[in-house]
């Protein structure tokens, strides 16, 4: 159950503080010339220690790779790779071995499994999304043969709301600022909220869109494998999502289905939509409209505040973490949310081969 | 790509105007009697024509086994059923056989495929959700084995929404209304919404609440089969649906970590939160507390309504369809959604035998 | 685990003694016009009662399709079918109700799941093989597309062994004698060797071979999937195998290696094997040549004589079976053979699409 | 496609000459105590330079964990592991780099892919089977706890066989030769015809016998999964295997039906049977008797003599390859076989926890 798609696979392994998080990409198609800089450029856009506004923490996090490409080329054999872990201060979590964190995940594993590896949360660390974000940096590589882009950014801090739709925005400026909001006067905005929870040792939580152009018609399976909810599936995989809209979304719901649909129109050559109300998806397959989508992340649960909590022994205790942590994990998820995106777009791409004879 | 389910799976099967829809279900332990009647109870809450706010079409949906029950008894086998379809007026839809209907997925089928089955939108229509109905009705009765329950209801229609949050209302009061809303003036209020709509030859959409009670802790995946991911995935995939949000979801990302943070308490043997934002799931995984989420469902595109659109020559065509269509689909994807969440929860149910040795 | 392949995939179900056997395929492109005659005559070939030397069970075994095609050609959505059973003597079965039969499956199907169908071999009868035979009918036509042809034969009879590689023989002259053996004086004694064992209430087993053209170099999947893996994989999972072998198998283990391998050599265009020791397969990958090899199968365990064994009670009794039962299963299991085969293949067919960009 | 198993997954990756072999074990259930020394020393049955009758090449083999162990003991998080490749004489391959040496997969690949990595056969070479070597000497570690045993050893080198059936023999003295072959005489023979094959420049093939005690009644799945299907998958994607026969075998088709069928007896509590032509499953299901099976190995390919053949260009070539290789896979291949059989089994006995309610 740690592998991911159904012909583009990643299996990803690793713990927070073990020898390294990695992952094995099968599926993949032989002939792709991978660019590895554009790979390493997506892990430093995830990468602790970025800004003033992250973890401080300092992770080169360098891919290295093991099998599958041989003279800079894949193979169409399995591509494994890992991303050695470095700054491994275990002893920092030596004090919570027997304790139960608020809201993480240190109460459920040990339930599940009747052991856990107490470091850094182990194998529930956000870290692990390193792995997603390496796979899915060769999977836009492959997307991009049929032309297909994908842009993340944040438009919600808390309450700090981007007011415009993706379309009166201009997405290549979104990484002109430390947030990821291509709305300078938001985004700036939206760092001082960051500051703020910092300041106050606390978290704050919020809203990252995702758009997808370039999609052709005809991606997408139904009938439990809708595009949308391959997407949701990919989106809710990833740490601290509580929630997932495309298209119109929860306040879609709102519209009546006279306002709501998206009529069919002539360009051209082509047949279009109107509007989007749709986010590019019908039935569960793209339409040649441009996808786009929300997703909600919660204020992440490590707080440097004093917490009441219980032990495995069911003792109550207080805990008041120490370390470096992000007090919003928002920006750092924009290249996670592309990833996962790319995972499930190339996925399907790849599929799309088996539609008709 | 028609199976849902990793070791509880459900493949289905059907078009609206063929001769039947149906499924099997592959890794049913042996040895559970099934209890018919309930799974036909299912099948009378999503039926069309069971109330004025319905669509009227007449569908008996009697469901027929097989294979895989013998005595009464799952034999471990693949269980196959089948609902044949009576009421097909193909007549009605010889008309629209060359018309992409808007927001519906005549054009993206099409695409995909290269040929469609026009009638009723075929694989693409909501009537395929009725294996999901018999399959989560089977789910159920082995979801009863641990003394897992599930309870769907309608929190909003259009505008008009339940302003008190599950704890605070009395889920058993679901089916006293036709709109399958636990509180009696709520449901009043939304019933004539709908009215209003079905008399505007319209369509409203709204949000279905789903809670889940007696999940143990210890059941869900990581890292990508979170169990809110299942779900969201799981729901995603019903038709008209277009967001997904657990626990405290879109709202709670507005909250700081400080207020968001469940804190652990002892509850005399056990280990409990003191508030629920989790939704019942940390790091993917149930810990014990009620699992809960809302799906968002668009107004369905079938109006009533004269609309524009464009036909497979690129020619722009007015259609004005008739026939009897739901104004609301909520108060009948109560079942489905319930039916979808105990697919998901077999699976995970069955799945946490391999935990641990 | 009732789902066969991975991009084309069969998931079966039913019973000896059932309502019927049928299957779900899905994964089978849109675009493919069935011919169901050509699925009827393969029916035809497996069917109880179609000559001297089977069962004379009567069983029309004509297929009912339930979803998927439309207007005579596939949809991309799966193709339901159901073959109902008719002639069904449950009756006959009381008595071994509570029996375990010598080298059936009763005991062992009782062990796993606490229960079983004992009417036939309910799950466990050949009669599911029928689902295999329609799915493989309908692959076999996907498989014409890039010119593939199957034809399986039986090449052994008990001792009576057919004395010629398949080179030297005209294989379209299987289907001119009872036995399905291309060389009449070999088929007439196994014709009279059949007939013995019915003479003496016993059964006799042998050998089909089956023989694969037109495959193109480059199917197959390192380094699990080999095409010859799959290939086996598919044969055993046919009731009453033992083995498997493709290229030399067996007696070629017994050569040299310098007597083995199969030189290379330039054939006009193209680049053959002087020899095909490798069966048309290396390293787990077709290369063009013919694609060829032997099934084991048992004498099957239903006999018309008196046996002793055991009850579930543990208390020994003796059965004395009656009924209409093959004296040999080859004959019939030709199709079968060759279905499993086109199952792998057209699996295999769809899946190079995705090789390389 | 570079995943094994359903339950308990095996993904391997790696090439011959890339940086390392390894893989990611996915569904292993956590709380095992991982013994690395029974891993290191099924390494060390297979690892070359062993003894005067393998290939002289020095490797090392030392396995490296990355994840999914803590403390010694499994987490049911993934277990990735790599073993570094060391003696990597690249260079010795590049003369080989545009040739299709006979009866390798060097033609299949470059028609598959459109391109490969020459050196040393790349993903083709058997150094592969490290992975499952390591994944299968924890998979027997799992095994263990219901008291399952597995114990292959080499029968037949060419022309020399050994007599008696397994019951005859002391499995237990496998080790005490260098062919692996329990009967010290025989054994004696298969080393001097193996060394005969390296004198010659030529290699030998032959068969190796499986035997797999203490599994309970009741593992394996019908119909498709049989346990003998799985099985036999898993040694036919082993390389150079070219057949697979279990129980009574391809011989055991010559018997008739009443000689064939195992009578079932008590044996105290127990219900047992009085032969065990059935190689201990019966309709894919595993009855309690021990499993045996046997798996033929075909002369290796890479022999040491002059041979003619093709290359990329179409023009014929001679090629002479130096270097050390095995005259003979068998001894080397008999922890490769135990391994995929621990694989199968381990996978089933999960699988088992699901039969029923």
């Known amino acids: 159950m740690n592998t991911f798609g159904e012909v583009f696979r990643l299996t990803s392994f690793g713990e927070s503080h073990g020898r390294g998080i990695g992952g094995i990409i099968d599926g993949c198609p032989a002939g792709l010339e991978l660019n590895v800089e554009r790979i390493q450029h997506d892990l430093a856009r995830r990468r602790p220690g970025q800004s003033k506004i992250t973890t401080q923490r300092k992770e080169p996090d360098q891919v290295e790779f093991l099998s599958g490409v041989f003279e800079g080329t894949t193979q169409g054999t399995p591509i494994a790779f890992v ?11 030596h004090d919570l071995k027997g304790v139960f964190r608020p809201s993480h995940a240190d109460f459920t594993y ?11 949360g182990g ?4 870290r692990e999304t390193i792995a997603r974000v390496v796979a899915g940096a060769i999977a836009k590589q492959l997307l991009a043969k049929p032309g297909v882009t994908i842009q993340a950014y944040v438009s919600r801090v808390g309450e700090i709301s981007l007011q415009k739709p993706y379309t009166e925005l201009d997405l290549s400026k979104t990484e002109d600022n430390l947030v990821r909001c291509p709305d300078a006067g938001t985004a700036a905005q939206m760092i001082r909220r960051i500051e703020e929870a910092a300041l106050d040792r606390d978290t704050v939580g919020g809203v990252i869109t995702c758009v997808v152009k370039g999609v052709p ?11 949308h909810a391959d997407l949701g599936f ?5 740490n601290a999502v509580k929630g997932f ?9 709102k519209l009546s289905g006279s306002q709501h649909n998206d009529i069919f129109i002539r360009d051209g050559e082509k047949i279009r939509t109107k509007t989007n109300h749709s986010g590019g998806i019908q ?13 909600a992340f919660k204020p992440i649960a490590t707080l440097l505040k004093e917490q009441h909590t219980v032990d495995v022994n069911s003792q109550e205790v207080t805990i008041n973490p120490k ?24 996925d399907h791409f790849l599929m799309s081969k088996l539609n008709a004879i």
Chains 1, 2, 3, 4 share one sequence.
């Open 323 to 346: 370390g470096r942590h992000d007090p919003c994990v928002l920006p750092r998820a924009v290249p996670i949310v592309e990833a996962m995106a790319a995972l499930v777009l190339a």
């Open 245 to 253: 809209e495309y298209g119109s979304g929860f306040e879609g719901t």
């Open 283 to 295: 039935g569960g397959i793209s339409n040649g409209e441009d996808i786009y989508f929300n997703v």
């Open 234 to 238: 990919a989106m809710l995989g990833i």
């Open 217 to 227: 018609a005809g991606w997408g399976e139904p009938v439990f494998n809708k595009l």
């Open 123 to 126: 194998r529930s660390s956000a």
């Open 83 to 93: 991303i050695w872990n470095k700054d491994q201060h275990s002893n920092d979590y």
């Open 110 to 120: 040990l339930q599940k499994y009747g052991t856990r590896d107490y470091r850094g």
